[in-house]
């Protein structure tokens, strides 16, 4: 008879039924509860909150800036992690810890340090908007407040896999002959490109649901830089919660269905991979 492998925890059975109670308690519930004040709502009635032009607006530019934000931090997320890893310099510990900045940092702190930087009268601001590049009150300004807050996500997951890379790989790669391109292409871009996509997904699903940090750059003007999470916090105030209801359950379905694509895409590119 074998011997069973010793475990630490307590048995199967308890951890499981903890873990199912505390995601059904935390996540599950609340989410169904959200499903169901929806189903309240006649397909007529939902259809129109939904389409209507503000809410339209507000979703176009809440995916949108959202896509955008979390594809450059995926680029120069990714690049930072690389340097955070592969190199040695003065100062290195300090610009570690200052990716986890955002992390730490209240959305409305963040959002208020943003305005002084990228304001009219900023430090940036000043030099900037002469030059008709406005950081505030502007579409521009949302996607700088999400690149601000989902770079953590890329650099964070990243990293892990680039300290565990062999870097005898490439090394006997360049031995052969292969150039930089050659050794980046067909050595290090399949092994790092499956985690790049999961920090995009979790850069991504940040910047969707972040409220704080926009509100104060944006100024939350309707049709113009108003996002979603901003215009659901109006119609509670307006107390139109089937508004708000409907428009926070399309928006989960939407975050939802790109992040499903994500992750099959992430299977598929790891099934290629191997």
Known sequence: ????????LPGFGLTMGYTLLYLSVLVLLPLAGLFLKAFQISWADF????TDARAIAAFKLTLGASLL?????AVFGALLAWVLVRYQFFGKRIIDA?????????????????CSLFGANGWLGR????????????PLAVVIALTFVGLPFVVRTLQPVLQNMEQEVEEAAATLGASRVRTFVQI?????????LTGFALAFA??????GSVTFVSG????????????IVYQLEEHNIAAATAIAAVLMVISFSILGAINWLEGRVGKFND
Do not use: C
Request: aromatic share 10%; hydrophobic share 50%; net charge positive.
């Open 220 to 231: 939350n003007l309707p049709y113009k830089t108003e996002i979603v999470p901003s215009l």
């Open 47 to 50: 259809w129109q909150l939904i």
């Open 127 to 138: 030099h900037l908007v002469p030059l008709g590049i406005k950081g505030t009150y502007t």
């Open 1 to 8: 008879m074998a011997d069973k492998k010793f475990n630490p």
């Open 69 to 73: 934000a979390a594809s450059v931090n």
């Open 98 to 114: 200052l990716v986890d900045f955002p992390f730490a940092l209240p959305t409305a702190v963040a959002g208020l340090t943003l």
């Open 188 to 196: 290090l871009a399949p092994t790092i490109f499956p985690t790049v």
């Open 206 to 211: 940040r910047a969707v649901g972040e409220y």
